[in-house]
């Protein structure tokens, strides 16, 4: 099939135009001072981090799946708890439960893929990782409820979440503490692998601090097992000034949500969406399709990329099996995994190439290249 008039659509973009020239000094500054490691850039960062997320502190790590694990590592958790977590989700949560000594429950999710507070009825748990997938914040009200009721360590896994909010309050302010991932795609992404907890216990903060620094509180003085899982200074300085502008971008994703919401109007796909006070940050605009993967190729055909998030639910991976416990088999996340299809979704996409992938979208299902 000839090349479409406007060129193909990716399914993710990333524009660092906007942060660029308010970096560029301050990055030659850094570089030149060859203070890469722990320092004011990250400081600020982690400052600016706590304030925009609620919470007393924030704390750089080095990845979100650090971020996740350091967490865990630093509850008040006996070594194998049970943590509960939705089938439907990203490996790396179910990695970080695993490297923290613990033991992953797996859990079918709502309608909207996350953690479902029906499907954690009369499971044994000692904590649940609620995970505000792509960009929905999970029911933390009610899950906030069960959790006092039946004594749960609560950790959010906001890593695709920023931007988000409950009542007002942004994801990562409501559980115990917030994991979150700054992967270069996200909403809030670094110019690598970064992450960071956000949290109000001071006795968390000091053990993670501890803890991604080879479990030092003093220089030499090694009173665990840590990591050199720290946030370095570089990423600080880009997290800091894209920070500036989460609330900006997040508005540009929800204008583009609501271009989808025209444009596949017509169609008979159950779309993401607010729910109730629940405010959608929109990392993904994700549907359901038939013959997914045919789809898919259909539309690339149009010249319009999609992705797959995930293809396959944690319990069905090969790593994963002999390391979970499974109280009931998570149906919905096992129906539905064939059939998710991911839009292309980023601030800087126009109304008109919403229109063409709507377009792309009606053809394809129809049967059509």
């Not at 988000?164 to 979150?180: C, K, L, Y």
């Not at 099996?321 to 088999?329: F, H, M």
């Not at 992938?357 to 394809?364: D, E, G, Y």
């Amino acid at each position: 099939m000839s090349a479409q008039p406007h060129g193909s659509i990716p399914a993710v973009r990333l524009d660092n135009a906007e942060v660029w020239d308010a970096l560029l000094p301050r990055l030659r500054d850094l570089v030149l001072s060859g203070r890469f490691i722990f320092g004011p850039e990250t400081e600020e960062f982690e400052r600016a981090a706590a304030g925009a997320f609620g919470t007393t502190w924030a704390l750089g790590t080095s990845s979100g799946t650090s971020a996740i694990m350091l967490a865990l590592r630093a509850a008040p958790l006996e070594p194998g708890s049970r943590v509960g977590l939705p089938a439907n989700t990203f490996y790396a949560v179910f990695e970080a439960v695993v490297q923290a000594g613990h033991r992953a429950v797996i859990v079918d999710h709502d309608e909207d893929y996350l953690l479902s507070p029906d499907a954690l009825d009369g499971v044994a748990l000692d904590a649940v990782i609620p995970v505000h997938l792509y960009g929905l914040p999970a029911d933390m009200t009610a899950l906030m409820r069960l959790a006092e009721a039946n004594a749960w360590w609560v950790l959010e896994d906001c890593s695709q979440g920023h931007g988000a909010t409950v009542a007002g309050h942004p994801v990562g302010s409501m559980g115990h503490a917030g994991a979150f991932s700054a992967y270069p795609t996200k909403n809030l992404g670094a110019w690598g692998d970064a992450g960071f907890v956000v949290g109000s216990d001071p006795a968390m903060c000091a053990a993670i601090r501890s803890l991604r620094h080879h479990a030092q509180h003093r220089a030499n003085v090694h009173e665990d097992v840590g990591g050199t899982e720290r946030l370095d200074n570089l990423q600080a300085l880009v997290l800091t000034e894209k920070l500036r502008l989460l609330d900006t971008l997040v508005e540009r994703r929800r204008r583009v949500a609501s271009w989808y919401h025209t444009a596949l109007a017509d169609l008979d796909l159950a779309l993401p969406g607010d729910r109730g006070d629940r405010r959608h940050a929109y990392h993904q605009f994700v549907v359901r399709v038939p013959d997914r993967d045919l789809v898919r190729e259909r539309m690339a055909e149009r010249e319009v990329e999609t992705g797959i998030h995930y293809p396959t639910p944690i319990h069905l991976q090969p790593g994963a099996r002999d390391r979970i416990d499974l109280p009931r088999p998570p149906r919905r996340a096992e129906a539905w995994a064939p059939h998710l299809l991911s839009l292309p979704m980023y601030p800087g996409l126009t109304e008109s190439q919403v229109e063409r992938v709507a377009a792309a979208l009606r053809s394809a299902l129809a049967g059509r290249p």
